[in-house]
């Protein structure tokens, strides 16, 4: 018998401080206010995008594992990732931003962490992954609404629709939590607390960007 059962909620009650860093940013408070320099929102697009490839991949994996009714809420997330990444380049563009940049190391360790999800099991993975979008989906939404340009960024992950998706994948994660194993239970919180510290580090990478 389990004396302790994970969920998503339990997660982010046991950790509300780290998710708390996770969400809430100088970098984010200042498109807020419209007074972020553009090196440093242009330094977040660039990687943003980056790290939004390999998300993608991510995404495909954890299809790849799911139950078969889990599968509709996944394809929908990866068809919003064909519109993101269409989308990233057309900000690209506006901005006269080159995509084929190298990534930082943070976005380079996000990555990494993405990467070496696929061994983990599909409660570890689902779990990560409704993490990922949840900090998006707070952290924008926190800051907003957001000063001119940067209002269609809060509304990409900020939107009612958005909110909705993640409550579905929390479901998910919390269906395939409540058969895990302890050990997968305590793995799942270790990938959590990972995502929590790398959106805090991602958000810092884009604020002490060098004006280049
Ligand atoms: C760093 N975390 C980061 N970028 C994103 N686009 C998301 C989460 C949401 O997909």
């Known amino acids: ?21 996770a969400t809430v940013h100088p970098f984010l408070q200042q498109c807020q206010q419209g007074t972020i320099a553009s090196h440093q929102f242009n330094t977040w697009l660039v990687q943003d995008y980056l790290f939004v490839t390999e998300f993608t991949r991510m995404a495909a994996r954890l299809l790849s594992v799911a139950p078969s009714a889990h599968f509709v809420t996944l394809l929908s997330g990866l068809g919003a990732l064909r519109d993101e990444l269409i989308w990233f380049k057309a900000k690209a563009d506006q901005r006269s931003l080159m995509l084929a940049t190298p990534p930082q190391p943070i976005c380079e360790s996000y990555c990494e962490f993405m990467k070496a999800l696929s061994s983990q099991p599909y409660a570890v993975q689902a779990t990560a992954f409704w993490a990922i979008e949840l900090a998006y989906n707070q952290g924008w939404q926190r800051h907003s609404p957001m000063a001119e340009p940067y209002a269609e960024f809060a509304d990409r992950w900020g939107n009612p629709g958005f909110t909705d998706y993640v409550k579905v994948l929390e479901k998910q994660a919390d269906h395939a939590l409540s058969t895990a194993s302890e050990a997968e239970q305590t793995q799942a919180e270790q990938a959590f607390l990972e995502v929590a510290r790398l959106e805090q580090d991602f958000w810092q990478m884009a604020f002490s960007a060098d004006k280049g």
């Not at 018998?1 to 860093?21: P, V």
């Open 1 to 21: 018998m389990k004396n302790f059962d994970s969920t998503c909620r339990s997660l982010l009650l046991s950790h509300a401080e780290r998710w708390q860093s």
